[in-house]
């Protein structure tokens, strides 16, 4: 309690006086204040009697060295901090490469998050870059460097170590990958060459090949194209954004089509070779095409090498094996970053899942652990992402149902499409958002979003912070989000989410999935009610549905037959569902299509028409 006295002491000076209330202890917080703080056990950043490293060593910079620098600094101002980087760089923006390709960032430098000197300066740090780590040494706790400039080789202690590898772009064994104009973009300096080659005055550079529909290589198809560049996409899957269930992916497709953007789906690459014109052919599972240039976006795999070379435990697919305070097999090495294997936050399985937000956050925890903070730990990734596509926002956190139905996990699903902002508000556009939960205690496995650019960001960081925090859809039907027409409805997004999904649990909402429908028609010969408005109807219908608006339902009730079940639907699923109530209450078996038809849509069992956005 000594610990969580002093720091009571420390806020007490820090707050006024008129605050304070007198105690028979002495001078206090007030219990309106007293109740805030935390117990001595769960301050994280009260540290033990651990004795600081003298030398902390940090191979790799950008999110997760970089930033278990500058908090172990904040921890201590005696220790040895150094930093090895095989570039020039220590802390760059990564993501933000293609969007300097294509010109929304006008400055190389912009890409700098942080120079050298300024982390020198700034932080008191050892920073060698153009320095590789060759090999560690476990036993004497000593790595061996190389000087890349001058290839000088030295050996430096350590007290602890932190690996920040990072990771290298995949670069399947296909004929040709390693021709000029085959590219990957993980570097400056790999950014460097394609802005060489892009500029040059001795080409005419008119097509360009990504291979790959991941954030990356979309955001690089965006670019590209923003660059005057006819753009081809190969993926071998059906669906661009793989991480993502495919129905929530259609409004990406229909953005890159639009855009003139060639998708090959459900298309393998074979080979590339040279041909004429100094250009590039394409072989792939339907056919060869030309290009100028090769962009590889299949993924990133673990840099680990150093660290399996020093025998650290690694995975089958080469991820470096961590405990939760990012401590490898050995205690006195950490891992962090790109090189790790984690805790998939929601399943708790094994995975691999390499993003900047995390491993911002591991670097922390390591380099608090480091010294002598037992209390840090990692608590999982959740594998949130999103990315822009011309119009187009795509955002996901948390389990896909694909995940879901690989770990046999039981689950419900609801489908949204509500409004970014008040509807009467100039701009308004449609929100698309899937929810996966627990059908029982409706705690939330995972969402997806799609929509405009503005709205879809906000309601899956609020579904983020749902999963973390362990909520629930009955919680999501709680949420008092900030409310004025130019931001929000009164009822936000996540509201209507959690209406739909607690009123499933509670048995008040009886839904058909849209791969249901098939079976539901042929096995049970139920009706497809739609309950549009003609206008609606006669743009795009499911097929053999029949058409009877919500106003005039309960006049026109003994069209629709009683001896079997009836499929109610709209544009989004709100009239469907008042008119599933309507024949219920009226006794008749009726179900309402999940999402409506612009779900429909979306699992491409309808043809688009203006009511379908």
Known sequence: MAAASGYRSLLNQALPAARLATTAAGVGLDANYARLLPSASSVRGLRSATVPPKELVIVGGVAG????AARARRLSEHTHITI??????????????PYKLGGEITSRDDLLVVKPTTLQEWFNLDIRTNTEVM??????????????????????KYDKLILATGAKPVRPPIPGIDLDHVYTLRTLQDLDKVERFL??????????????????????????????????????????????????????????????????????????????????????????????????????????????????????????????????????????????????????????????????????????????????????????AITRVFNVVAALTGSSEKTLDRLNWRYSKLYVHPNNHAGYYPGAATVHLKVLFDPFTGRIFGAQGVGPKEGVDKRIDVLATA????????????????????????????????FVGAGLIRGEQHQVYVEQLDRMVDTHKAVVLDVREPEEFEAGAVTGAINIPLGQIRERIDEIPADRPVITYCRQGMRGYVAKVILRNHGRLAYNLAGGYITAYHFDLVPFTKFAI
Do not use: W
Request: with cysteine.
């Open 84 to 97: 090895f980087d095989k570039g020039p760089d220590v802390s760059i923006g990564t993501c933000g490469m």
């Open 135 to 156: 090999s560690i040494n476990r036993a004497e706790k000593e790595i061996t460097v190389k000087a890349l400039i001058d290839e000088t080789v030295s050996k430096v």
């Open 65 to 68: 060295g970089a930033s278990a």
């Open 467 to 498: 999963i973390q925090s362990r909520m629930t859809v009955f919680d999501l039907e709680e949420l008092e989000c900030c409310y004025a027409p130019p931001f929000n409805s009164a009822k936000d997004p996540n509201n209507f989410a959690g």
């Open 199 to 384: 500029s040059s005055t001795s080409r005419n550079v008119r097509h360009a090949t990504i291979v790959g529909a991941g954030f990356i290589g979309l955001e690089l198809a965006e670019n590209l194209h923003r660059r005057g560049l006819k753009v081809t996409i190969v993926e071998r899957a059906d669906q661009v954004l793989l991480n993502m269930d495919k129905e929530m992916t259609k409004p990406i497709r229909v953005a890159l089509e639009e855009n003139g953007v060639e998708l090959r789906l459900d298309n393998a690459l074979e080979s590339i070779s040279e041909a004429e014109g100094d250009r590039l052919e394409i072989k792939t599972s339907t056919g060869p095409f030309t290009t100028d240039l090769v962009f590889m976006s299949i993924g990133v795999r673990p840099d680990s090498e150093l660290a399996s070379a020093a025998g650290l435990d690694v995975s089958s697919r080469g991820a470096v094996r961590v405990n939760e305070h990012m401590q490898t097999s050995d205690p006195d090495i950490y891992a962090v970053g790109d090189t790790i294997e984690v805790d998939d936050f929601v399943p708790r399985e094994k995975s691999y899942v390499p993003l900047a937000g995390p491993a911002n956050r591991q670097g922390r925890v390591a380099a608090d652990h480091c010294f002598g903070c037992g209390e840090a730990r990692y608590r999982g990734t959740q594998g949130s």
